[in-house]
């Protein structure tokens, strides 16, 4: 589902996506490009639209996971960023919850992924888009929310392996980011072999506050042909999990 200001809300059927869109602006960075990353625990707790306000608009992408499309976060999306997609994991009995990527261009390709749980057997999602930069570069932008409760890891590395096909046919800069629920030793081990497999590397965070499960966090940000220049977890009771906050510089192309 697309949101768009002043346009209504656009279904982006399935057969569609991997056509390419018509090439639009490019994200309006020349310098740094920032990103936030943030499980929203589907705004159930109060303050995640201040934190939004606040840390996200002026982000170039937000990342969000769990986000409910209740007006207040659809106004927010709209009224800050130029294009905001969400794929649908379930439907609340109000509005649906899913990944949503909002971003400061309209996407030039857009790819909508769900896994369902095996035991609960509700659905999780993720998100590829494509954004162009002001360097000609497309930034391959990953956002996911993997599967929480399986037995062993044949689930999560089913989910974790189209997104593997889309990165290894992509030529440019990539962004992997979201709530990863890698809370066991097989699961960190299957992240990091995709990761190690795709050549992406992991953001590190000096003050790591980052929501832990088993002693493990849940929440990662992969990139591929980028630079970090900061990166922080700012501490909120506003959700579940704390937003990660990125500053990337854009390489020259490899």
């Known amino acids: 589902m697309r949101y768009v200001a002043g346009q209504p809300v656009e279904r982006v059927f399935p057969g569609a996506v991997h056509q390419s869109l018509p090439l639009g602006a490019s994200l309006p960075t020349a310098g740094a490009l920032r990103v936030m990353v943030w499980n929203i625990f589907k705004q159930q707790r109060a303050d995640w639209l201040s934190v939004l306000k606040n840390?996200?608009?002026?982000?170039?992408?937000?990342?969000?996971?769990?986000?409910?499309?209740?007006?207040?976060?659809?106004?927010?999306?709209?009224?800050?960023?130029?294009?905001?997609?969400?794929?649908?994991?379930?439907?609340?009995?109000?509005?649906?919850?899913?990944?949503?990527?909002?971003?400061?261009?309209?996407?030039?390709?857009?790819?909508?992924?769900?896994?369902?749980?095996?035991?609960?057997?509700?659905?999780?999602?993720?998100?590829?888009?494509?954004?162009?930069?002001?360097?000609?570069?497309?930034?391959?932008?990953?956002?996911?929310?993997?599967?929480?409760?399986?037995?062993?890891?044949d689930v999560y590395s089913k989910q974790l392996s189209p997104i593997g096909e889309q990165i290894a046919n992509h030529t440019g800069p990539v962004i992997m980011a979201g709530d990863f629920n890698a809370w066991s030793r097989k699961r960190i081990h299957a992240l990091y072999q995709f990761a190690d497999d795709m050549a992406l590397n992991e953001v590190n965070f000096i003050d790591d506050h980052r929501r832990k499960a088993f002693g493990r966090p849940l929440d990662f940000i992969f990139y591929h042909n980028l630079s970090v220049v900061e990166a922080s977890v700012l501490l909120t009771r506003a959700s579940d999990h704390n937003p990660l906050l990125v500053e990337f510089h854009p390489e020259t192309d490899k």
């Open 55 to 153: 840390f996200g608009k002026d982000a170039q992408l937000v990342l969000l996971q769990e986000a409910q499309t209740t007006p207040e976060l659809v106004r927010f999306a709209t009224s800050n960023y130029l294009a905001a997609d969400q794929v649908p994991a379930f439907v609340l009995p109000q509005h649906p919850s899913g990944v949503m990527t909002l971003a400061a261009a309209h996407p030039v390709y857009c790819c909508p992924l769900r896994e369902r749980e095996p035991l609960l057997r509700l659905a999780k999602s993720a998100l590829i888009t494509v954004y162009p930069l002001y360097n000609g570069q497309l930034l391959m932008v990953v956002n996911i929310h993997a599967v929480n409760f399986s037995l062993g890891v």
